[in-house]
């Protein structure tokens, strides 16, 4: 099965910052990459689609790239609200499986 | 405006078996495959099962194949998740998540219901 790595597994950020967080799959599944985006004690919510796809109402700072094993997720001018941990998910192998990283967590200094 | 609204969580012993339900509103039901993700205390997301639209095709991960069972009421916008032979490390929020149009990502997803499997 595929494996996702994320890194770091957590940063501290000041507001204004720039974050990049890091997914690696264990072999190529081109775009089939999903980001999520999970607030305290709040359930997840889709953040980004097939590597670099923001839905509607997704704030344009956070941005999306990579293909085949290698995925950013960059959150440039870090707001108090992106106070969260990230998930990415590979959907290369859907509906027979899914696979998500460890995730990140974010915090504000 | 999609909501999935979980229940069906609670405290049950090792051994025994609880069914979950995921009532949706607000998409037409039956175009949609259906999944259920867990995520226990303090840790990552963990992706359970699928189910397709019409409800012919499951697909479960092989750390709960065998004990859960998906199923669907499209009749009555529900999802199913039937868990059995419940052990310690099933512990979880569950939560149920809609498929996007094809089937690649979770689009929407409910608040979650909480399963603790103790003695």
């Known amino acids: 099965d595929i494996q996702m790595t994320q890194s770091p597994s957590s940063l501290s950020a000041s507001v204004g910052d720039r974050v990049t967080i890091y997914c690696q799959a264990s072999e190529s599944i081109t775009t089939y990459l999903n980001w999520y985006q999970q607030k305290p004690g709040k359930a997840p919510q889709l953040l980004i689609h097939a590597a670099s796809t923001l839905p509607s109402g997704v704030p344009g700072r956070f941005r999306g790239s990579g293909s085949g094993t290698d995925f950013t997720l960059t959150i440039n001018n870090v707001q108090p609200e992106d106070v969260a941990t990230y998930f990415c998910?590979?959907?290369?192998?859907?509906?027979?499986?899914?696979?998500f990283g460890q995730g990140t967590r974010l915090e504000i200094k | 405006e999609v909501q999935l609204l979980e229940s069906g969580g609670g405290l049950i012993q090792p051994g025994g078996s609880l069914r979950l339900s995921c009532e949706a509103s607000g998409f037409s039901f039956t175009n949609y495959a259906m999944n259920w993700v867990r995520q226990a205390p303090g840790k990552g997301l963990e992706w359970v099962s699928y189910?397709?639209?019409?409800?012919?095709?499951?697909f479960y991960a092989e750390s709960v194949k065998g004990r859960f069972t998906i199923s669907r009421d499209n009749s009555k916008n529900t999802v199913f998740l039937q868990l059995s032979t419940l052990r310690a490390e099933d512990t979880a929020v569950f939560y149920c998540?809609?498929?996007?149009?094809?089937?690649?990502?979770?689009?929407?997803w409910g608040q979650g219901t909480l399963v603790t499997v103790s003695s």
């Open positions: 998910q590979q959907s290369y192998t859907s509906p027979r499986v899914y696979t």
């Open positions: 189910i397709s639209g019409s409800g012919s095709d499951t």
């Open positions: 998540a809609k498929a996007s149009n094809y089937g690649y990502s979770f689009d929407a």
